[in-house]
């Protein structure tokens, strides 16, 4: 009797054990599943949402922007860009985030002042958080797998046909930048 006690004893033991290991499994599994870009959405500036599996295979540019910033004028030329190559796979979308204070106060004043400023027409989500814990799935994503978190407006990143970051640059990378094409013309 005492030989079967232990046994089931050593049998509960491996149970747990195995339970355990399949749940650590699990775990790293669901986190490699969010290992690209296309798992996350957003909800456009119009409230509807911006499923980035549909754009599963495409080169994707994603700038986080806002309205009252010195860098504004970007916007001007993430639209020239967008123009140069609305022709490609390349998406663009700006996420415009109120983080550093300089974002208007509603979806529909951003979106009057990107069409009548700079005739913006790519891809524009309702205002999103960047840093801290309310941070945008997404954005926490790049700051936990890549070290990416923007330390200002209208930080840049491109991602490659399998959703994987290729490249990132600051604010005072210019959407006009050579540096940006080359990349670009690299994932197209």
Not at 117 to 126: D, K, L, P, Q, W
Request: one cysteine or more.
């Amino acid at each position: 009797m005492f030989i079967l006690y232990k046994m089931f004893n050593i049998f509960k033991k491996l149970i747990k054990f195995n339970y355990i290991f399949l749940m650590v499994i699990t775990v790293n599994l669901k986190a490699n599943t969010l290992n690209n870009i296309y798992n996350y959405n957003f909800m456009d500036i119009d409230g509807n949402i911006i499923n980035l599996n549909a754009f599963v295979g495409k080169p994707i540019l994603l700038v986080n922007t806002a309205s009252k910033c010195g860098f504004t004028p970007q916007y001007g030329d993430l639209q020239n860009l967008f123009q140069k190559y609305k022709n490609t796979d390349l998406v663009f979308i700006a996420t415009p985030s109120n983080d550093f204070k300089q974002e208007l106060s509603s979806e529909d004043e951003i979106k009057k002042y990107c069409l009548i400023n700079y005739g913006v027409s790519f891809n524009v989500t309702e205002i999103v958080k960047l840093k801290g814990d309310n941070a945008h799935p997404a954005y926490k994503w790049l700051k936990n797998k890549y070290k990416k978190e923007p330390k200002w407006n209208f930080y840049k990143y491109l991602f490659n046909r399998e959703g994987e970051l290729v490249k990132s640059w600051s604010s005072i990378t210019k959407p006009s930048s050579p540096k940006i094409e080359k990349s670009i013309n690299k994932v197209l």
